[in-house]
Structure formats: C-alpha cells, structure tokens
C-alpha cells in the first residue's frame, strides 16, 4: 500500500454570513503522500485556501472526512505548519526572537531544540541576520525566516498558501527553488496553493487542479520532467516542462 499521510473524501463546505450562504467546496477528494511535494492550482476565489484551513483543522468540513495517517498511533494527528502569502514576521524582534517564536510560545524553548533552529538558521545563510530586524532582510531571505520558524515545531505537513506571490519575479524564481530544495531535504510533506502553473510545475511532483467554486477536482497530473533531480530552476528547462504547462493552462482556461 502506498504510503499515505492524509486524505480528503467527499469534502463540502460554505460559508455562512449575513447575506446568506457562499458555498465553497463541493465533493472534493485527493490525497497525499508521506513526502510528497503536492501542488493546488485553481481560479481566483475557488476554494483553496478554504482546503488548506479545513486541513489545518482551523475549519470542519460541512460533509465529508479528512484522516490523517501517522507512523505513531498514539499521535492522532500529525503536527502541520502554515506558511502564508507574507511572511508575518515581527518588525519588534529580531531575526533570532522570531525564528524560536513557535517554541517560545508553545512553551519548548529547551536547548535541544533551540540549538536544532540554530543548525536550521545556519544551514539556510541566515546567522548573519540573527540580530537585525526583518525590515533589514531581503524578501527572500524574510521568507526562509518564516520557513525556519515553521519547521522550528518539527511538523510533518508543511501547508503552503501562495508563500512567494508577494515576491518580484526574480527573487520568487530562486526563493521558491530554494525553500522547495529545504522542505525535500528535510523530508516534509507539503502542500502549495499557488497561481502561478510555472511554479506548480517546477516544484511539485503531482498538480491538482480546481474548478470555479464551489471548487471539484478538476484534474490531477502528475509530473514527472527528466530534469528534476536538478534544481527546480533547471527543472524549467526540461523538454516536457511546456507540456505541462499548457497542459494546466487548458484545465484553468476552460474554467473561466
Ligand atoms: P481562494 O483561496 O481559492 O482564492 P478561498 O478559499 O479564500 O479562495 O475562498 C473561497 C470563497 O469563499 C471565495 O469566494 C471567498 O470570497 C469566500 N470566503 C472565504 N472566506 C470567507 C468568509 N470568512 N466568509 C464568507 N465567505 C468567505
Ligand atoms: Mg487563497
């Protein structure tokens, strides 16, 4: 049996306010595997980042289950990290008090953890920064902040919610490259919500794509490019990487 750590079926939501109801999820069922690099692409206000609160737990689903499957059966669940547009790091501590904030505040500031977020810090070229603001940082290297103090509480599902849109183009291109090479070599799961299908592509080894809302799976495509174990900036270079690209413009365009 393949090696599953978490799986949607029949999922249904809406949101309920005072003008009445907004459904955004309709039937949606995928899974995902323990390491995989998972991407969601869909149009504008379909629903994603409605699947990744759901997964997060910080929604319940209005029909449907989501499971979690994890090594130690004591563990019901296992832990999740979110990582969103901006990096919400905080202007008021510096690079070093926003890096071990996660610990600090679920009380596990020990020294075995605080000097693992220390190794973290320095395998990804941030010691230099420890003691500057965020404001003093690049958006690049803001973002591997954000990433560190992510995985500074060791989960095992890294939730992704289009984490380099806010970047130019130039800095997302090699900042996604690098933080996807981080959360590989660290052997996370993750999940991406992005638009842009060039990053789908590059970085994720299986693309799902959604419909309008209230969002279905409307595809789901795995890639595979010759030149993957390459950077995924090399990736883009490989021969089937225009395949899959138009392959999901196709799936999205017929949407809108
Ligand atoms: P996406 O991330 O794909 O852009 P979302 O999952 O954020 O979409 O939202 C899906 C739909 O639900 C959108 O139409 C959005 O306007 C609506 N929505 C999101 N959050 C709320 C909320 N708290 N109350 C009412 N409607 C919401
Ligand atoms: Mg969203």
């Not at 109801?21 to 949606?28: F, P, V």
């Not at 509480?153 to 939730?159: K, R």
């Not at 789908?200 to 795995?222: D, F, G, Q």
Request: hydrophobic content about 40%; aromatic content about 8%; charged content about 25%.
């Amino acid at each position: 049996m393949e090696d599953i750590i978490l799986s949607l079926k029949n999922i249904a939501f809406s949101y309920h306010s005072l003008n009445g109801e907004i459904k955004a999820l309709n039937n949606i069922s995928f899974s995902v595997k323990t390491g995989e690099f998972l991407a969601i692409v869909g149009p504008s206000g379909c629903g994603k980042s409605t699947i990744l609160s759901l997964i997060a737990g910080l929604l319940q689903p209005e029909s449907g289950d989501i499971t979690f499957y994890t090594k130690d059966p004591q563990d019901k669940k296992p832990g999740i990290g979110y990582m969103l547009q901006h990096d919400h790091l905080f202007e008021w501590r510096d690079i070093y008090k926003n890096v071990m904030l996660g610990l600090e505040i679920n009380k596990q500031m020990t020294p075995e953890k605080k000097e693992k977020v220390l190794a973290m810090v320095d395998d990804y070229g941030l010691t230099p920064f420890l003691h500057k603001k965020p404001s003093e940082l690049s958006g690049g290297l803001k973002q591997r902040a954000a990433l560190v103090r992510t995985l500074a509480l060791e989960p095992e599902i890294l939730l992704l919610d289009e984490p380099f849109s806010a970047l130019d183009y130039q800095t997302r291109l090699t900042v996604s490259a690098d933080i996807c090479r981080i959360i590989r070599s660290a052997g996370k799961t993750a999940i991406l919500i992005t638009h842009d299908l060039s990053e789908a592509v590059s970085l994720a080894e299986r693309v799902i794509v959604l419909s309008n809302r209230p969002a279905r799976v409307k595809a789901e495509i795995p890639i595979h490019l010759t030149l993957k174990d390459d950077s995924p900036l090399a990736s883009r270079n490989a021969p089937e990487f225009k395949d899959y690209f138009n392959l999901l413009w196709e799936e999205l365009t017929d949407e809108s």
